[in-house]
C-alpha cells in the first residue's frame, strides 16, 4: 500500500529526515514512533499527499479520496456543528447513505447528545472524537492517525480501542508517542530518531 525508498524531507536547510525506507502492506498496520521533532508528523503529510519529499520515491497504492486523515488539529468547522461538519464531509466524500453513517459514528463516539451543539463549544476531547469521525467517515482504505488518543479520556481511549480492533484488517500508518498501547494490533514499527 505504501512504499518509500530513500525518502527526505527537508525545509530550507533544517533536514527532518534523509534516505527513509517504508514498507506498509495492505492491511499492515505500522506505528511510527520517536521524539518530537523526528519528522513523524511530516511523514504523514507526505504520504497523505499534503507535503511533497525533497528526495526519494513515495508510493502510495490509495486514491487519496481514499485516505482517511487524523492530523494534530481537529480540522472542523468551529461555527458548525457535530452534525453540519460530518454532513459537509460526507458531501465532499460522496458518501452513500451518509445520514446513517454519520449517525452510527456520532452514536459510536458518543456524540450524539451533542451532534446539534456548535463545536466551538466541544472540549478538547469531544473535537478529537468527532476529528476522528470525520477520518473515518467515508470507509477510508487508508487510515493516517497522528496521535490518535491526544486529549481523550479514559472513556474516549476505549472507544478508540474498540474502533481500530473493529477496523483489523484495514491499512494503518500510526504516529504515536504511546506504542505499548497500539502494540497489539501493529504488524511493525518505524522508530525515527
Known amino acids: 500500500m505504501i512504499e518509500a525508498r530513500g525518502l527526505a524531507k527537508r525545509y530550507g536547510a533544517k533536514r527532518v529526515f534523509d534516505g527513509l525506507d517504508l514498507d506498509v502492506p495492505a492491511g499492515?498496520?505500522?506505528l511510527v514512533t520517536g521524539p518530537n521533532g523526528s519528522g513523524k508528523t511530516t511523514l504523514l503529510r507526505l504520504v497523505a499527499g499534503l507535503a511533497a519529499p525533497t528526495?526519494?520515491?513515495l508510493e502510495v497504492a490509495a486514491d487519496r479520496a481514499r485516505i482517511g486523515f487524523l492530523a494534530h488539529e481537529?480540522?472542523?468547522?468551529r461555527e458548525l456543528s457535530a452534525l453540519e461538519?460530518?454532513?459537509?464531509?460526507?458531501?465532499?466524500?460522496?458518501?452513500p447513505e451518509r445520514r446513517e453513517r454519520i449517525g452510527m459514528l456520532l452514536e459510536r463516539f458518543g456524540l450524539w447528545e451533542a451532534r446539534r451543539e456548535p463545536v466551538a463549544s466541544f472540549s478538547r476531547g469531544m473535537q478529537q472524537r468527532l476529528a476522528l469521525c470525520r477520518a473515518l467517515l467515508h470507509?477510508?482504505?487508508l487510515l493516517l492517525l497522528d496521535e490518535p488518543?491526544?486529549?481523550?479520556?479514559?472513556?474516549?481511549?476505549?472507544?478508540?480501542?474498540?474502533?481500530?480492533a473493529a477496523l483489523a484488517?484495514?491499512?494503518?500508518?500510526?504516529?504515536?508517542?504511546?506504542?505499548?498501547?497500539?502494540?497489539?494490533?501493529?504488524?511493525a514499527t518505524l522508530a525515527l530518531a
Do not use: I, K, M, S
Not at 481537529?74 to 468547522?77: F, H, S, T
Not at 491526544?150 to 481500530?164: F, K, P, Q, V
Open 139 to 141: 470507509g477510508p482504505d
Open 169 to 187: 484488517g484495514q491499512t494503518f500508518l500510526v504516529a504515536t508517542h504511546d506504542p505499548a498501547r497500539l502494540r497489539p494490533v501493529a504488524t
Open 28 to 30: 499492515g498496520f505500522v
Open 85 to 95: 461538519n460530518l454532513v459537509l464531509y460526507g458531501r465532499l466524500y460522496r458518501v
Open 149 to 164: 488518543f491526544n486529549a481523550l479520556d479514559e472513556a474516549g481511549a476505549a472507544l478508540l480501542d474498540a474502533e481500530l
Open 55 to 57: 528526495a526519494g520515491r
Open 74 to 77: 481537529p480540522l472542523v468547522y
